[in-house]
């Protein structure tokens, strides 16, 4: 089978990317064929079909100094011709079965699913957020979770400035939203994936047909991971230093306890972060950046534990399976579909968003317990591979593939 695997970027800048490659590698790995389609960036890996890869722009990043690309970048928030000629150009070449879409907003227009649709293209989209309800993506406003949208109420971005605080770019995710849904674009998705229970319902709740959307989880391959089981020395979080991931409550947290905490990623709130741990004399919170796959382990193999304090409805939470399969329990918000994962008292805690005194509670646990944080790591470790495996990711993905192939007949 060949499968159009299309992506705004081909390196790994967070949990949407890392499941594109990981996913990649997994049908590779079963004989399928596996064609990207991302855009041209300096960080990208090397690929052959990188030849076909569109121009890189993204109108909510900082940089266009230019009036000129300023307004050109607008326009291809809608539409691209160069896109949609690479589009047309790379199905002629390679004649794909099927084409998998993960996150490409304010990068490749979704204007190309127009293309796929003329040439019967079946297109599967993931959720690694909620673009397709959201004009923000993220249903997180003003530091809390928000569902002001709902019914099509997209102009309630440029009210709460929802797109990085600002009122013009706020105003151009809105009409997006508006453009998307006035055209259709949205019901060009043959099947949308929804990694978690909670995305699934929630996505429906906005609207889209139950009918459209399958749950199928993300996986972890085990065997890359040599875990760890005994406790660590220090607590671990890992990914994006944003206000929606809840890294303030963290650091708050550990401005009373007794224990060290390493903080892996980077983000808009890295700085003011680590200029509120020194105004406040917080001395056992430690950056250390950006880390590779090999140093990720590593950190996960040293710590008694990884905390997720996400404040955002959480589509799934990858950091989760990787702490899981490196043998350590999991110290998360209840919220989004996070408890579909971490269960309570068994591979780890729960407490409530922005509740720093429960992280606190919960944290002391496994901090003066260190054997029953040892039995919940031997549990994450038990779900990781019996729950979230490669295979059994793969054969549902296999399954949706030849089930929309059969339905549109059109397996080449």
Known sequence: MKILNINSYYFIRGGADRYFFELSELLSRHYNHVIPFCTEHSENYFTPYSSNFTECYDIMENGVKHIEKYVKNIIRMFYHKKSEYLMHKIIQSENPDIAHVHNIYHRIPFSIFKVLTQYNIPIVYTLHDYKLICPGHLLYTKGNACERCKLGHY???????????????????????????????????????????????????????????????????????????HPGV???????????????????????INFPLKIAGNGHLKSFLEKFCIKE??????????????????????????????????????????????????????????????????????????????LIEKLNILITNRKRAEEMGKNAYYVAKKHYSSNKHYESIRSLYASLLWRKGSLN
């Open 155 to 229: 102009y309630n971005a440029i009210f709460y400035k929802c797109q990085n605080a600002s009122f013009f770019r706020s105003f151009l995710v809105m009409i997006l939203a508006y453009y998307c849904k006035k055209a259709g674009i949205f019901d060009l998705i043959d099947c949308i994936v929804a990694p978690s229970k909670f995305a699934k319902n929630k996505v429906i709740g906005f609207g889209f047909s139950e009918n459209k959307i399958v749950h199928i989880p993300h996986f972890i391959e085990s065997e890359k991971y040599l875990p760890e089981f």
């Open 234 to 256: 220090y607590a671990l979080y890992i990914g994006r230093i944003e206000k929606n991931k809840g890294v303030e409550t963290l650091i708050k947290a550990f401005k009373s």
């Open 281 to 358: 004399g917080i001395n056992n919170v430690e950056f250390v950046g950006s880390v590779s796959f090999e140093q990720a382990k590593e950190l996960y193999c040293g710590a008694l534990c990884t905390i997720v304090p996400s404040e955002w409805y959480e589509v799934f939470g990858l950091t989760i399976l990787e702490s899981f399969a490196c043998g350590k329990p999991v110290i998360a918000s209840r919220i989004g579909g996070i408890p579909e994962i971490v269960e309570d008292e068994y591979n780890g805690f729960l407490f409530n968003p922005k509740d720093v005194q429960g």
